[in-house]
């Protein structure tokens, strides 16, 4: 009976989803989608039994005092430190803070950038401000103010700043900054391009407005305030651990493919039989279209394309072709109750 | 059928659009708009025809495309009407498939089981008119899909092949199977691990326990347990998804009891590593350097990790036997491995192995299924040159 139950909940399975391929309506497709969703629930529990798995094999080393019961403490301390950064302390993560560092930057390059411009139109010489007319200094304002509202919005949206700080006096003292802009921007409309003290004096405004705008923003929340546990999954310690920890290991490992094709590369083309030969001088070809040597590379081109499209193809299609059998062979056996080592049995 | 322009307009025209429309003449609309269910679906979708516009490639010649809508409602006014599509001109028939989600909570929600109606309207480039109703259609699923025979009749003529061929060989006839250097080679190697006192190290992949390649890699790997368990040889098992851990770690228990050893497992002889690729190819290939195996037998579901692998035992100077269904990988275990399993190989590993006459029933039934392609192909060949037509009716080729 023990192996009955599970030899008919996969005959019957198996049937399903022989019968489903066939059958468009929407229940076939539904049950489809139920039995998939439950491979997924199946996994997820399976999960747990791998990391005990992986516990359970460390720790047995590190107390049994293995060689190399060294990596396994670090694989048990990578595990435990990864799960410790993923939970979730209250507060800020650390990829919000980013977000809002960053919206804090542009704003300031906004400020900066509308004030250095009036600066310009005043104190270059006539012939070199064509660019930097009285209207499009307006522009310039008018584009700094919109585009600091938007980035505002960003704070609004964050858990960055409490209600508090949205209704405190920097965020204020921003947004008149930019209503300022606005109003400065209309006074240029007005102004001669050649009227240098109008200009001047503009350009003065536009400068101390912009200051206490920067400094508004400077007294805004830094990221080195945020607490580096905070966040969950974007806390720092976890986005640090896995993206410049991580990352570049495996980047590494993908990376040694390159230098492992080279050796395998010189192993399988020592001409030491006729199929070894007939092997290299197929490589050579297909390296040879890549080579800048005119009529040579055409050729090889050419030839190239015929290796890969006839011989090449051919045999890939036999396999695939086996394969294919060897899948519908393997399946039926399985369903049938024929093939039994997924239970552990023959 | 209403051959003018009209004047009311669905909710995504423009007010541009009807001042523009006032201006300009409109084309013909277009004729004999019909609607029938979409055929082998799950009830999502509608077949729209119509004939083109008079104005379409002849008369004023100024349709530059059709929109298709959609209504539950036949009277309903044209403003309406849901835009279900466009079509590009230049045909004298058209066809579009009104397909829609199967949620009800999906934006694009197709209602089954009710009377839906279109009308296409002929759009020209400042003005358009629209064609009258369709018939009422209901979109209904179907409980076979018909383009789908084809596979059908083949999947049976496969069963009826295997059914045959197990009949066969329960009735005791000999069924030869061409030998398999790479299982062959195994006892050898697990001979030559026992000998040098080191580890053989099994490798299933990164297949989940649903990949064929990783169910055929589980026989033999209760073939390879049962032998290290007899001739007291370690074995590792590293693996790299959680359900096939526990697979596997059942085979290799299994394979210790049917050599009459079951003390001798050890828990941490099969074990998970990671599911991270490259992390998972760090441990084992760590686990190579150290260990240094003398035989490493890799038999499932690969990627780039091949090659890393292959190459590192080459490295240590094991023995390597491999096998895998993944054809962009078998170029790397032949240049790097003694021994390779190519594609079907690996499901016939275990049938090598076991030779039960069931199972070599199916090997042989895979055999003459072959054959049968074989011969279905040239028949294709012909047919293609000879009959085209009645070729692409046959396999739904279009």
């Known amino acids: 009976m023990r192996r009955q139950i599970p030899l008919l909940l996969v005959f019957v399975s198996g049937v399903f989803m022989v019968i489903q391929y066939f059958v468009p309506s929407a229940f076939a497709e539904r049950a489809y989608e139920f039995l998939i969703d439950w491979t997924i629930i199946i996994g997820i529990f399976a999960l747990a039994l791998g990391i005990w798995s992986l516990v359970r094999v460390s720790y047995n080393k590190i107390r049994t005092g293995h060689p190399d019961a060294m990596y396994s403490a670090i694989t048990l301390a990578g595990l435990g430190l990864m799960i410790f950064f993923g939970f979730e302390f209250p507060g800020v993560s650390y990829k919000e803070a980013m977000r809002v560092t960053q919206a804090k930057d542009y704003i300031q390059s906004e400020f900066s950038g509308a004030r250095d411009a009036a600066a310009r139109r005043v104190f270059l010489p006539e012939s070199e401000t064509l660019s930097l007319r009285p209207d499009s200094i307006k522009t310039i304002l008018t584009m700094a103010a919109d585009s600091v509202a938007h980035w505002v919005d960003i704070f609004k949206t964050s858990h960055w700043f409490s209600g508090a700080d949205l209704e405190g006096t920097n965020l204020a003292a921003i947004m008149t900054t930019t209503e300022q802009f606005k109003s400065i921007s209309s006074q240029y409309t007005s102004v001669s391009p050649s009227d240098s003290m109008a200009l001047a004096g503009l350009a003065g405004r536009v400068s101390e407005v912009s200051q206490q705008g920067i400094a508004a923003v400077d007294s805004l929340k830094n990221l080195s305030d945020v607490y580096p546990l905070t966040g969950g999954l974007e806390n720092y310690w976890f986005i640090h651990f896995f993206d410049d920890v991580m990352i570049p290991i495996q980047a590494t490992m993908f990376s040694l493919l390159a230098f492992f094709i080279a050796s395998a590369a010189y192993r399988a083309f020592r001409a030491r039989s006729l199929l070894s030969t007939v092997l290299l001088l197929a490589a050579f070809i297909v390296m040879a279209r890549l080579l800048p040597m005119g009529p040579v590379t055409i050729g090889a081109n050419k030839l190239t394309q015929w290796i890969l499209l006839v011989p090449n193809l051919a045999a890939k299609r036999a396999i695939v072709i086996g394969v294919g059998l060897g899948i519908v062979a393997t399946s039926l056996k399985v369903v049938l109750g024929i093939e039994r080592s997924y239970m552990g049995r023959d | ?398």
């Open chain 2, 1 to 398: 059928m209403l051959t003018a322009s009209v004047s009311a307009q669905p909710a995504n025209t423009s007010s541009a659009d009807t001042t523009a429309q006032m201006q300009a003449i409109p084309p013909a609309p277009p004729v004999n708009v019909s609607a029938k269910d979409r055929p082998n679906d799950n009830g999502t979708g509608i077949v729209v025809k119509w004939d083109a516009s008079p104005d379409d490639g002849a008369g004023r010649n100024n349709v530059v495309m059709y929109k298709v809508y959609r209504s539950l409602k036949p009277d309903a006014p044209f403003k309406d009407w849901v835009l279900r599509g466009q079509v590009p001109f230049g045909k004298r028939q058209y066809t579009y498939d009104d397909v829609g989600a199967r949620d009800k909570d999906s934006k694009d929600y197709f209602p089954k089981g009710v009377d839906v109606y279109y009308r296409v309207a002929a759009v020209a480039a400042d003005t358009f008119s629209v064609s009258g109703n369709s018939n009422a259609a209901v979109a209904s699923d179907e409980w076979y899909n018909t383009t789908r025979t084809t596979v059908l009749v083949f999947v049976l003529v496969f069963f009826g092949f295997t059914l045959y061929f197990i009949n066969v060989a329960k009735k005791g006839k000999t069924l030869y199977v061409r030998p398999l250097a790479g299982i062959e080679a195994v006892d050898e190697a697990i001979g030559r691990a026992t000998e040098m006192g080191k580890p053989i190290l099994y490798i299933l992949g990164l297949g989940s326990a649903s990949d064929i390649a990783t169910i055929a890699s589980f026989s033999v790997l209760g073939r390879v347990a049962k032998k290290v368990a007899e001739y007291q040889t370690p074995i590792l098992v590293p693996c790299y998804d959680p359900i096939v851990l526990t697979v596997a770690e059942e085979t290799v228990k299994t394979g210790y009891s049917d050599a009459g050893r079951p003390d001798d497992y050890k828990d941490d002889s099969v074990y998970f590593v990671t599911q991270s690729q490259f992390a998972y190819v760090a441990a084992v290939n760590g686990t190579m350097l150290r260990e240094r195996p003398a035989t490493n037998i890799y038999l499932g579901k690969f990627y780039a990790e091949s090659l890393l692998l292959a190459e590192t035992g080459a490295v240590t100077g094991s023995i390597q036997i491999s096998g895998t269904d993944e054809i962009a990988q078998l170029p790397f275990f032949v240049v790097a491995c003694d021994y390779t399993l190519i594609g079907e190989e690996l499901y016939a590993a275990s049938v090598y192995l076991n030779r039960e006459p069931i199972l070599m029933g199916t090997l042989k039934a895979q055999d003459y299924y072959k054959a049968f392609v074989i011969g279905v192909i040239a028949l294709g060949l012909i047919g293609r040159m000879f009959a085209p037509d009645l070729l692409q009716a046959i396999f739904n080729i279009h």
